[in-house]
């Protein structure tokens, strides 16, 4: 058996062709999901980057590894005083199991240098740093996969791991690759009104400062947007985001030509995911991935395996954590009592529903939220805004409302209880998993200053919020954090 792990960072699935979307990103990927199954939805335990991949590699929720932000304490994992001569993840991470079960494993990924999570690296058997740290563009990741192929050619049992970045901000596809979307029409919900309300809020990644607290943009990044007056200028930003899927996708291609070209495209199990989507407007955030709600944690998830089922959508809910399960079921291995998730095996090669009643969702690298996917709502429980002004609670009907623009919270408080419920027995069943020996991490969060991305800016941010025409908010501001406008002793 061969597998293929195409990791696409920051990738939405509705702006790929095979979940629906109107603009072409996805031609070899939709090629990919014609062939097997394409997940609806799908979901990072945590959000963003460093603590969705942690949770794809150990299996657990960063509640229980300790990994749920980019900085400090909870950017790195519990220590684990029960390790003997050798940590348990060499053989009960991802690509330790597949490794210690007959598979030499193979990583085209700069994403521990990018995080310093080396950890990331165990259970690879050849690991290959693309050496740009995320900045990566496609072209100078794929010739490293198909001259890997090449060398390989006739091995059989591999794991091939190819990360690309191309969707990621800063927007950077090469200039002299063509916009194909210059007549596709822009987001329908996203209207003139929209967009007028939109620039009247504040924070980080809004419609006046898509570069976190600024609009400025550096020119190495021409096809970046820094904020955005018109619909023109929204358009402009959808179109950067799309183009880099459309790039990344064009680079697939070449993969999928060569394992075409090798004879073994039709026996290699084929995985196509993403560590987060992108808020592109949802919350009133843009170009960012910075919440716990659908547009951050929603991603896409396609998988052709040899003589699984083809050509069907799958409904039912999903973690990326759940992976790890169910490759050991796919392939024969014992699962580990630390694993988190539930194997959904069984809805690949036979079409069993194999979904969670419910999910919960975290984000603690920009905010502090707690979310609970259940039936058509999400439940967003805000800790620490991260300068957004969010309410407490935050209830959304997807089904009627997917851009989260209608917060049902106040008209619907038993659907806020009964969600509130679920969190805090969840909450409860995996700390009792953890035998207690560990605080919950976003307690740690707070207590080293909050979320990492939102930490001892806002004083940089009064010249912006002057310069925009929006100095209402620093007063709001300082009443909320008086402690970011102390200066220093």
Same mark, same amino acid.
């Given at each position: 058996?061969?597998?293929?792990?195409?990791?696409?960072?920051?990738?939405?699935?509705?702006?790929?062709?095979?979940?629906?979307?109107?603009?072409?990103?996805?031609?070899?990927?939709?090629?990919?999901?014609?062939?097997?199954?394409?997940?609806?939805?799908?979901?990072?335990?945590?959000?963003?980057?460093?603590?969705?991949?942690?949770?794809?590699?150990?299996?657990?929720?960063?509640?229980?590894?300790?990994?749920?932000?980019?900085?400090?304490?909870?950017?790195?994992?519990?220590?684990?005083?029960?390790?003997?001569?050798?940590?348990?993840?060499?053989?009960?991470?991802?690509?330790?199991?597949?490794?210690?079960?007959?598979?030499?494993? %193979?990583?085209?990924?700069?994403?521990?240098?990018?995080?310093?999570?080396?950890?990331?690296?165990?259970?690879?058997?050849?690991?290959?740093?693309?050496?740009?740290?995320?900045?990566?563009?496609?072209?100078?990741?794929?010739?490293?996969?198909?001259?890997?192929?090449?060398?390989?050619?006739?091995? #059989?049992?591999?794991?091939?791991?190819?990360?690309?970045?191309?969707?990621?901000?800063?927007?950077?596809?090469?200039? #002299?690759?063509?916009?194909?979307?210059?007549?596709?029409?822009?987001?329908?919900?996203?209207?003139?009104?929209?967009?007028?309300?939109?620039?009247?809020?504040?924070?980080?990644?809004?419609?006046?400062?898509?570069?976190?607290?600024?609009?400025?943009?550096?020119?190495?990044?021409?096809?970046?947007?820094?904020?955005?007056?018109?619909?023109?200028?929204?358009?402009?930003?959808? #179109?950067?985001?799309?183009?880099?899927?459309?790039?990344? #996708?064009?680079?697939?291609?070449?993969?999928?030509?060569?394992?075409?070209?090798?004879?073994?495209?039709?026996?290699?199990?084929?995985? %196509?995911?993403?560590?987060?989507?992108?808020?592109?407007?949802?919350?009133?955030?843009?170009?960012?991935?910075?919440?716990?709600?659908?547009?951050?944690?929603?991603?896409?998830?396609?998988?052709?395996?040899?003589?699984?089922?083809?050509?069907?959508?799958?409904?039912?809910?999903?973690?990326?954590?759940?992976?790890?399960?169910?490759?050991?079921?796919?392939?024969?291995?014992?699962?580990?009592?630390?694993?988190?998730?539930?194997?959904?095996?069984?809805?690949?090669?036979?079409?069993?529903?194999?979904?969670?009643?419910?999910?919960?969702?975290?984000?603690?690298?920009?905010?502090?939220?707690?979310?609970?996917?259940?039936?058509?709502?999400?439940?967003?429980?805000?800790?620490?805004?991260?300068?957004?002004?969010?309410?407490?609670?935050?209830?959304?009907?997807?089904?009627?409302?997917?851009?989260?623009?209608?917060?049902?919270?106040?008209?619907?408080?038993?659907? %806020?209880?009964?969600?509130?419920?679920?969190?805090?027995?969840?909450?409860?069943?995996?700390?009792?998993?953890?035998?207690?020996?560990?605080?919950?991490?976003?307690?740690?969060?707070?207590?080293?200053?909050?979320?990492?991305?939102?930490?001892?800016?806002?004083?940089?941010? %009064?010249?912006?919020?002057?310069?925009?025409?929006?100095?209402?908010?620093?007063?709001?501001?300082?009443?909320?954090?008086?402690?970011?406008?102390?200066?220093?002793?």
């Amino acid at each position: 058996m061969r597998i293929l792990y195409l990791d696409i960072d920051t990738t939405r699935a509705d702006h790929l062709g095979c979940y629906g979307y109107h603009k072409n990103t996805s031609p070899n990927i939709d090629r990919i999901a014609r062939d097997g199954l394409i997940f609806t939805n799908y979901y990072c335990s945590d959000a963003p980057c460093l603590p969705s991949r942690t949770a794809l590699f150990t299996g657990q929720f960063g509640i229980r590894s300790g990994v749920v932000g980019h900085g400090q304490t909870t950017s790195q994992m519990h220590i684990d005083s029960t390790r003997k001569f050798r940590s348990r993840l060499e053989f009960e991470s991802l690509f330790g199991m597949l490794r210690n079960n007959g598979y030499h494993t %193979v990583g085209i990924t700069p994403f521990a240098s990018r995080h310093s999570a080396w950890y990331f690296y165990g259970g690879f058997s050849e690991i290959y740093d693309t050496g740009k740290r995320g900045i990566e563009k496609a072209h100078e990741v794929v010739p490293t996969a198909l001259s890997w192929l090449e060398r390989n050619k006739g091995l #059989d049992h591999w794991y091939l791991h190819v990360n690309l970045w191309d969707p990621h901000t800063p927007h950077r596809t090469p200039e #002299d690759f063509p916009n194909p979307f210059t007549n596709d029409k822009g987001p329908d919900w996203i209207t003139g009104d929209v967009l007028e309300a939109h620039k009247k809020t504040a924070g980080p990644h809004h419609a006046q400062e898509l570069m976190m607290f600024t609009d400025q943009v550096s020119s190495l990044y021409p096809r970046q947007v820094g904020r955005l007056d018109t619909l023109e200028d929204v358009k402009r930003l959808f #179109d950067g985001y799309d183009i880099g899927i459309r790039y990344a #996708d064009t680079h697939i291609g070449k993969i999928l030509d060569v394992l075409e070209a090798q004879g073994i495209l039709e026996d290699t199990a084929i995985i %196509v995911s993403s560590d987060h989507g992108e808020n592109m407007g949802e919350l009133g955030i843009y170009a960012e991935h910075g919440t716990a709600d659908q547009g951050t944690c929603r991603i896409p998830f396609i998988i052709k395996w040899p003589k699984g089922i083809k050509g069907k959508t799958v409904e039912g809910l999903h973690y990326n954590l759940d992976l790890i399960s169910t490759m050991a079921d796919l392939i024969g291995a014992k699962p580990s009592p630390e694993w988190d998730g539930k194997s959904f095996a069984k809805t690949i090669e036979e079409g069993v529903d194999c979904g969670h009643p419910y999910l919960i969702l975290s984000q603690m690298a920009h905010v502090c939220q707690r979310s609970v996917r259940w039936r058509d709502y999400l439940y967003m429980r805000t800790y620490h805004d991260g300068y957004h002004f969010f309410p407490k609670h935050l209830l959304f009907n997807l089904k009627d409302d997917p851009y989260e623009q209608h917060n049902l919270a106040e008209l619907h408080p038993e659907i %806020v209880h009964e969600m509130t419920s679920l969190l805090y027995d969840w909450h409860d069943e995996t700390m009792k998993k953890n035998h207690y020996l560990y605080e919950d991490p976003m307690s740690t969060v707070l207590r080293e200053g909050g979320p990492f991305h939102a930490s001892m800016q806002l004083k940089n941010y %009064v010249n912006h919020l002057i310069k925009t025409n929006r100095e209402e908010y620093i007063e709001k501001y300082k009443e909320l954090y008086p402690h970011e406008f102390k200066d220093p002793k």
